[in-house]
């Protein structure tokens, strides 16, 4: 069974410019949730997506928006990126949602420097 | 809203030695817990859950964890490590919000170091 997969592994953008970030769940899990990850801040909760539709979303600016289309693939975009943006972002699928009792699967994340 | 507390940000040990992650939870009703690990340049892995019944839920790499609902703890354990258990674990805790709805809420992690 493919586990979640993220791409690209590692990328290097400039302020200013956008990114799309996607993420392949494990087949047959329907939620997807994206997460920040930061030496200073830890793991921060960005959003999660339920069956395509926005379900919960964190304490993020709006230019971090994200989409989950009906194969339940989801991507995650940034506008206007800024420094402090440069982070490891995690996705994690999981079958009924956000830590239920199926829990969370996660992929490697996509490691994403602005400079 | 539900707070996660793992009271130790850095754990060193020698390779052979016991170790113990403490993690603290705010009350609710009820609650999925979870300790997850994080080797460099990876996402997270589960290590172990405790969704109700027996206290002490056994997980993989020879890692355990005793949910404490009166202290509201899950601390994990090892009682032998590895070099290979150099890593960062985190304690996790789900809430029901709302029906078939959960929140998962992280701790701020532990780096654990293991030394020859």
């Known amino acids: 069974k493919a586990g979640v997969t993220q791409t690209p592994r590692y990328l290097i953008k400039t302020r200013g410019q956008q990114v799309t970030l996607s993420c392949s769940p494990i087949?047959?899990?329907?939620?997807v949730s994206w997460y920040q990850q930061t030496p200073g801040q830890g793991l921060q909760f960005l959003f999660e997506?339920?069956?395509?539709?926005?379900?919960n979303k964190g304490n993020f600016p709006g230019r971090f928006s994200g989409r989950q289309f009906s194969n339940s693939r989801s991507e995650m975009n940034v506008s206007t990126l800024e420094l402090g943006d440069s982070a490891l972002y995690l996705c994690?699928?999981?079958?009924?949602?956000?830590?239920?009792?199926?829990?969370?699967?996660f992929g490697s994340g996509t490691r994403l420097t602005v400079v | 809203a539900q707070s996660v507390t793992q009271l130790d940000s850095q754990v060193p040990v020698f390779e052979e030695a016991p170790v113990e992650l403490r993690c603290n939870y705010s009350?609710?009703?009820?609650?999925?817990l979870f300790w997850y690990v994080q080797y460099p340049n990876q996402g997270l892995q589960l290590l172990l859950k405790?969704?109700?019944?027996?206290?002490l839920v056994k997980g993989i790499n020879g890692f355990e964890a005793e949910f404490n609902k009166s202290q509201t703890s899950f601390h994990l354990r090892k009682p032998s490590v590895h070099i290979s258990d150099t890593a960062e674990y985190f304690c996790?805790?789900?809430?029901?919000?709302?029906?078939?709805?959960?929140?998962?809420?992280f701790g701020a992690g532990t780096t654990v170091t293991v030394r020859a």
């Open positions: 994690a699928s999981s079958h009924q949602g956000q830590g239920s009792n199926y829990g969370y699967t």
């Open positions: 087949s047959g899990h329907r939620s």
């Open positions: 997506y339920f069956s395509e539709t926005q379900r």
């Open positions: 009350s609710s009703v009820s609650v999925y």
């Open positions: 405790y969704l109700s019944g027996s206290t």
């Open positions: 996790a805790v789900s809430d029901r919000i709302r029906s078939n709805d959960y929140k998962l809420s």
